[in-house]
């Protein structure tokens, strides 16, 4: 009896909605079962008393088909939308609304619309700007890693190569003004094509003043994380510098080496 209940509630939904529907839908249905069920435990047999079991037969047939109504008559069609259905990307599984981000369009036209040349490059997925540098086989002083700064009201870009990190002293000095580490939470509406982690060096498409560190500029060439924390992009510094125009200077100091470096 209790079959087409809990495999309407619990089996169809995980491979019918994406999570962000499943939580609410999925425990507003397994709730309202609930509260069936216990009505069913103390008046069922009152019915069965007073009117026999035909009745009772009678009354589950019709609440089920009444479920049935209400179901496909509320329910969606949602195969056309973006944010429905199951998609396979990369070998995994994903549904639609948690498909994994891609590489920034406003990116790549900014390099092609530039002349500059450059190199995408796929990666296990990493996220620290070391391990990321270990997948993609580059050595750390030609890693670029992102470290957003906040100066007053103002965010900051500043960029160094993924075995050194930022000295809050240097750049402070260099600016004139305090400067501390920006949080995710103020920071990451600026970046609605990019993964937080992943965001591309350039400040530049994101209205953004970006500061280079010196050892980093040095590099004939340089990686970045392109948007996702599976893509990556290679090009030489000079056509990097070229595009973003960043502001160089001694902001970093170097960390324990790492292998390759």
Same mark, same amino acid.
């Given at each position: 009896m209790n079959a087409g209940p809990n495999s309407t509630t619990?089996?169809? $939904?995980p491979i019918l909605f994406p999570t962000q529907l499943r939580g609410t839908a999925g425990g507003f249905a397994a709730g309202?079962?609930?509260l069936g069920a216990t009505l069913g435990v103390f008046l069922l047999p009152i019915v069965k008393e007073k009117f026999g079991l035909q009745s009772v037969l009678g009354i589950v047939s019709a609440v089920s088909l009444l479920g049935l109504i209400i179901t496909f008559a509320l329910r969606r069609d949602d195969t056309d939308s973006p944010s429905f259905g199951i998609v396979e990307v990369g070998g995994k599984w994903y549904?639609? $609304?948690e498909t994994p981000m891609e590489i920034p369009k406003q990116l790549v036209d900014c390099l092609d619309q530039n002349n500059a040349q450059y190199e995408i490059l796929h990666h296990a997925e990493a996220v620290t700007a070391q391990r990321i $540098?270990? $997948?993609e086989h580059v050595k750390g002083r030609h890693q670029a890693k992102v470290v957003m700064l906040k100066c007053g009201d103002q965010h900051l870009m500043a960029v160094l190569p993924a075995d050194h990190h930022i000295d809050l002293e240097k750049i402070e000095k260099a600016m004139g003004k305090p400067v501390s580490l920006g949080r995710e939470n103020d920071f990451k509406s600026l970046f609605p094509d990019s993964l937080i982690g992943a965001m591309p060096p350039f400040g530049n498409l994101y209205g953004l003043p970006t500061y280079v560190d010196k050892h980093l500029a040095?590099?004939?060439y340089i990686v970045f994380e392109a948007g996702t924390h599976t893509d990556a992009i290679k090009m030489s510094?000079?056509?990097y510098e070229k595009v973003v125009k960043p502001k160089v200077g001694d902001f970093a100091i170097k960390l324990h080496p790492m292998k390759g470096a």
């Open positions: 619990f089996t169809f $939904a309202v079962a609930k549904s639609s $609304a $540098a270990e $997948a040095e590099q004939d510094y000079s056509d």
